[in-house]
């Protein structure tokens, strides 16, 4: 069974910068896609960015490509979310996830992944 811990969340002004990491544990980390969703209030969970299993290919949603920065680090079972340039639109919950059965990147629907954190909140106050 995999476990994935999320940490690095908390309260941050518009413009600052956050780094969240996820810590795997059980399975072959090496094998799995993983992905960073978030979800807002009253909302459905969505990809935010995710990273294929070398780390060598990613994938962001349009709203943060040039702010956000995936990376993984297979020997330490960690990946990380660099955010940059934060907006209060940025404010959710953030989960990560890793899915096991694919053979194909990027992988966007969040039902395609089988393991997932508790979440960690991210907040941006304006």
């Known amino acids: 069974q995999v476990q994935l811990v999320e940490s690095g969340g908390g309260l941050v002004q518009a413009g600052g910068s956050l780094t969240l990491s996820c810590s795997a544990s059980g399975g072959t980390f090496s094998s799995y896609v993983m992905g960073w969703f978030r979800q807002r209030p009253g909302e459905d969970r969505a990809l935010v960015a995710s990273i294929n299993w070398n780390g060598d290919n990613t994938n962001y949603q349009r709203s943060v490509r040039g702010r956000f920065n995936i990376s993984r680090d297979n020997p330490s079972r960690t990946v990380h979310l660099q955010m940059n340039s934060l907006k209060p639109e940025d404010t959710a919950v953030y989960y990560c996830?890793?899915?096991?059965?694919?053979?194909?990147?990027?992988?966007?629907?969040?039902?395609?992944?089988?393991?997932w954190g508790r979440g960690t909140q991210v907040t941006v106050s304006s």
């Open positions: 996830a890793a899915a096991a059965s694919v053979t194909y990147f990027p992988v966007v629907v969040a039902s395609k992944y089988e393991f």
